[in-house]
């Protein structure tokens, strides 16, 4: 019922106003990890253009679908979700997350190598709900941290 990109955006989006910090960012501020990983984006870039015509950033639901579809329960859906190349994912979908880290608002990167978070386009109240997996601790779906933290983004077919 859904068809997903199959890897993170890596489209520059830069907005700077003196009321909206939309932007994306390289993992490090090093080019080329925006070749390896896709960019990170802030949360006010999610509310902009940023996937291709005919495609959306996805909504709970969506990431609620394809958990379903791939196995329900969170740690063994993640896992056939999960890249076989950075990490110990067998990658049965094809879906090929990878653990591309985040950006906290005060411009410190982290995570690179075993934490993955995905924004989505669902908000309760201020708060939006991140798609998130991390090795050590786990987490199904965490809540964003302020609007300049960076996260990855996928898009979903409308």
């Known amino acids: ?12 989006y830069q907005e700077k106003s003196s009321t909206d910090m939309a932007r994306s960012y390289c993992y490090d501020n090093r080019l080329e990890n925006c070749s390896i990983y896709g960019r990170l984006y802030s949360l006010s870039a999610v509310s902009k253009k940023l996937c291709p015509d005919g495609w959306h950033v996805p909504s709970k639901t969506d990431f609620e679908i394809l958990l379903s579809y791939v196995g329900g329960e969170y740690s063994a ?18 879906f090929s997350v990878i653990p591309a880290g985040d950006r906290h608002e005060d411009g410190v990167y982290g995570g690179l190598g075993h934490v993955f978070g995905l924004h989505s386009s669902t908000f309760d109240d201020e708060y939006e709900a991140v798609f998130y997996w991390d090795d050590i601790t786990g987490i199904g779906f965490d809540y964003s941290h302020g609007n300049d933290f960076g ?4 898009c979903v077919k409308d």
């Open 1 to 12: 019922k859904q068809v997903w990109l199959a890897q993170n955006l890596n489209y520059d």
């Open 151 to 154: 996260r990855s983004v996928r």
């Open 77 to 94: 859906a993640i896992q056939k979700l999960k890249s076989n190349n950075g990490w110990d994912g067998t990658d049965d979908y094809g």
